[in-house]
């Protein structure tokens, strides 16, 4: 049997076992979220010895190279010795500079790291609070913002989201790895309609690539489309509003969740060059696309990311 270590522990584990199981069933408190290789949460640093790796495009080369893996996504299959991921140690420490609520679900945390950060609209970062972590994506845009914003859509009861709760101006937090997904804004696209279709806090990033584009004066037709599980939940209508008041391209529809499927059947594309955007639950980027595909939009110039639940 594998034998795993971890600091000054040691313990046999049976071949195949699941890295991430192996370490929490023993006493090692590794976070995570997704169990998809998607949230990033439960990244450990293989010492010496390697695992099988389901996803070893989940991470960049640099971080396999400096041992980085993502315990969910791996099998022990010989003796490991590994070093979990440790905030205090790893983390970018940062402070809570405001926590307000922007509707009676979504939490807005404004944090101020020890060192700037670099970043692009659309991407997302690992937070921690405590122990517990889970990734969120940047709603702030670097080159008018001073600090880092998150939308918590605390719905639904969950570790992180009841930690959050509790935080007050000056708490502490850490950040994780920062990642990149498939939002941003290209300059390339300057001309062309663009769409940017999201559900729930999946608005977050698409608001900070909607900044992004207005900032470097996007000249074609932008469409957002916010969908909310009802009116009150459409959190960032008034600042969309005071955008689209000075911007005569842009337009902005809200929608509820009972509005959906005739807003969907509605939908049509103005031009082939149409590029769109999704960010939000899978159903709900799903119901999109499927219709966007319909509609004839060619699939390379739809991007997506999808908040994966808990697992």
Known sequence: MPELRVGERQWSVAAGS??????NQNGMHVPYSCRAGSCHACLVQCIKGEVSDRR???LSAE???QGWRLACQCEVVDDLHVAVFDPLRDGLPATVEAADWLSASVLRLRLQPERPLRYQAGQHLVLWAGSVA???SLASLPQEDRFLEFHLDCRLPGEFSDAARLLKIGDPIRLGELRGGALHYDPDWQTQPLWLLAAGTGLAP???VLREALRQDHQGPIRVIHLAHDASEHYL???LAALAAHRPNLSIELLTAAELTAALAQLRLVSRQTLALLCGHPDSVDAFARRLYLAG???NQLLADVFVPRG
């Open 18 to 23: 699941n890295l991430l199981d192996a370490l």
């Open 56 to 58: 070893p495009d989940a």
């Open 63 to 65: 971080q396999r190279q």
């Open 134 to 136: 889970r990734p969120y």
């Open 206 to 208: 698409l608001f900070g």
């Open 237 to 239: 209508a008034k600042p």
């Open 297 to 299: 939009l060619p699939r």
